[in-house]
């Protein structure tokens, strides 16, 4: 995996530890709810303009890594 700036944060002090994007209150569930429905990327970052385009990318990354790691354990 890649050393980057966390996109992703929980705290218990915001929405008691839900995972969001550093620096919102928006947790990243909402931009996979949003996916899921089949909504563009466009629209959630438009309905949620304190989230970057670049963070909502680098967190599908990060789920892309995990997913894949996941599905193909090493060792």
Do not use: C, W
């Amino acid at each position: 995996m890649k050393t980057v700036a966390p996109v992703i944060h929980s705290d218990p002090n915001i929405l008691g530890g839900i995972p969001v994007f550093v620096g919102t209150r928006v947790p990243v569930k909402t931009l996979l709810d949003y996916l899921e429905a089949g909504d563009p990327l466009d629209e959630f970052l438009d309905h949620f303009p304190s989230v970057r385009h670049d963070q909502a990318i680098a967190a599908l990354e990060l789920a892309k890594e995990m997913l894949t790691a996941y599905a193909n354990p090493a060792g």
